[in-house]
């Protein structure tokens, strides 16, 4: 396996690298790699064989987009560009959501950030529960009539939403959405038990994120080696607190997960990134880079193959279909997180 080997997004016939370029790092302000880092990176990139940016217009309030805009501007033709819209813009809430209203504004102002007359794939970041569906499919498939998207595609949608969407779609004449973007790691398997297969079904892509899982994968999340210091532990101090109760088997996992890499001389990241390639129903994985340094790291999973017998050993550590915490779906469901929608 290489960044050479091609790989056909879902039913689409579109081939991008196997690895993809996420640029939620990027921008301006609270983003960790500054305009001129991010520029040098999206272009070490490309010159590795990487084909394919994945970018939103909520990434550093739009100057995420921007930079990917100016990165590849001499290169537009060669570059799958996804972006996605949902996520609110400004300080008006008004400015978010799947609707027809908001995603003919979001789309314009996405163009015009990116500099470039049509979108390769453009993503619903999020359900909107407060959104017929109907609605977002028919706005997506007018934009495609109108050659601004060529393709569009869910992030994190429940299975029954996926289903929903094709159903919607074939039923009414429009075109289905081609891809689904969702978290998966050694870590984060519960995709496999009833996503997977339904993409696989319906011949929709999928572009995975996280192969890291947020940096529990990045080899510094140890059994008795403290707490490893990180912007997301600040920000979110549940979900990577080592002392934690209910992160406890994560962090059992991904401490015998680094041995298992070790023993077979892989570092834990090149163990985790080839993980998520390896999956048939995955298309293509989404990496996240801040640095250079970064970047090279990542490049090294490319060429990385596993066994059966390190597959099996994965499995026998964690097992498939398996999340350690809700919230590693991505998303929750709002009847999981309002009490108030689950009692009378």
Do not use: C
């Amino acid at each position: 396996m290489s960044l050479n080997e091609l790989r056909t997004l879902g039913r689409t016939g579109a081939l991008i690298s196997p690895l993809t370029l996420g640029t939620l790092n990027f921008g301006t302000g609270a983003a960790p790699t500054g305009p001129a880092e991010s520029i040098r990176i999206i272009k070490a990139a490309l010159d590795a064989g990487i084909t394919s940016v994945d970018t939103a217009d909520i990434y550093s309030q739009g100057e995420a987009e921007t930079v990917v805009g100016q990165a590849i501007h001499s290169r537009r033709d060669d570059v799958f560009l996804a972006t996605k819209f949902h996520g609110q813009m400004g300080s008006n809430p008004a400015h978010a959501g799947n609707s027809r209203r908001w995603i003919v504004r979001a789309v314009e102002d996405s163009l015009r950030r990116l500099n470039t007359d049509r979108i390769d794939l453009y993503q619903a970041h999020r359900p909107d529960y407060n959104t017929d569906l109907l609605e977002t499919i028919t706005a997506l498939n007018d934009l495609i009539r109108q050659g601004k998207i060529l393709y569009y595609g869910t992030s994190v949608f429940s299975p029954a939403q996926l289903v929903e969407a094709q159903w919607i779609a074939n039923t009414n004449h429009l075109t289905p959405p081609v891809v689904d973007q969702v978290p998966y790691s050694l870590l984060v398997r519960a995709n496999e038990r009833d996503v997977f297969p339904i993409t696989q079904q319906y011949g929709v892509g999928v572009l995975s994120y996280g192969p890291l899982d947020g940096g529990w994968l990045a080899g510094g999340y140890r059994v008795g080696g403290g707490q490893p210091e990180s912007s997301r532990f600040s920000a979110l101090p549940g979900r990577f607190d080592v002392n934690a109760p209910f992160n406890q088997g994560k962090l059992h996992a991904a401490d015998a997960l680094a041995q298992l890499a070790a023993r077979h001389g892989l570092t834990l990241i090149q163990l985790a990134v080839a993980f998520a390639m390896n999956h048939p129903a995955v298309t293509s994985v989404i990496i996240g880079p801040r640095t250079e340094e970064h970047l090279t790291d990542y490049l090294k999973a490319a060429d990385v193959v596993l066994s059966e017998s390190i597959l099996d050993e994965i499995d026998d550590i964690v097992a498939p279909a398996v999340n350690f915490l809700e919230r590693d779906a991505g998303t929750v469901a709002p009847h999981l997180e309002y009490p108030e929608l689950r009692r009378r």
